[in-house]
Each structure stands twice: as C-alpha cells, then as structure tokens.
C-alpha cells in the first residue's frame, strides 16, 4: 500500500524558515510528479511547488525566491524548504504525488502538516 508521510511543519516567527519533507513508501514502479498543496483556514487548496521526474520544478508566484522544491530519488522524498516565512504562508502543507504501481499511475495525498507563521 502506498503510503506519503510528511513532516517538518511547526511554529516559526516571520522571517524564519522551515523545511518540509515527504516520503513516498510502498511497491511503486516510479513517481512521476511529486507536489506541496496548501489550505489556508477558509481558502481553497493551492499548488505551491511541484517537481517532475525530469527535475523540472514550478512554483506559485507566491512563493517564488523563497521556497524551493527538491527531490532525492533514491529515497522516493520530496522536500520543500521555506525561507523568508510570512503569515500569509500559514496553512496546511499536503504532498501529493503521482506514482506508477507497476504501470498505473496513481494519484495520493499524504495526511497534511500544520506551518505557523506568527508576526
């Protein structure tokens, strides 16, 4: 069973940073994209950064020049570092990914993690 699992989200003051990791585990063949959503109390779930199998990445205009999206493909992990944080980035971060199970894409979702910016 596949399975994304998060972590690094928690409390840092504006202009902090924070780095995000997302690890893909179970029997995939490969993953072809690998995303970081988040959702704002009350706002709608938004692309934030996502990298392809090619490396190639894209960011929210939001976002650009302070975060940045990597992948280490060895681990199956994705992560996001977050520098220059604002209050404005608080949200739910989930990871999202689209893995091939033998040769069936598959879209998944990890469970979400709290980022506080506080001012």
């Known amino acids: 069973q596949v399975q994304l699992v998060e972590s690094g989200g928690g409390v840092v003051q504006t202009g902090g940073s924070l780095r995000l990791s997302c690890a893909v585990s179970?029997?995939?063949?490969?993953?072809?994209?690998m995303n970081w959503y988040r959702q704002a109390p009350g706002k709608q779930r938004e692309l934030v950064a996502g990298?392809?199998?090619?490396?190639?990445?894209n960011y929210a205009d939001s976002v650009k020049g302070r975060f940045t999206i990597s992948s280490d493909s060895a681990k199956n992990t994705v992560h996001l570092q977050m520098n220059s944080l604002k209050p404005e980035d608080t949200a739910v971060y989930y990871c999202?990914?689209?893995?091939?199970?033998?040769?069936?894409?598959?879209?998944?979702w990890g469970q979400g993690t709290q980022v506080t910016v506080s001012s």
């Open positions: 179970g029997k995939i063949s490969s993953i072809n994209v």
């Open positions: 990298i392809g199998r090619g490396g190639t990445t």
């Open positions: 999202y990914a689209v893995v091939v199970e033998r040769t069936t894409p598959r879209a998944y």
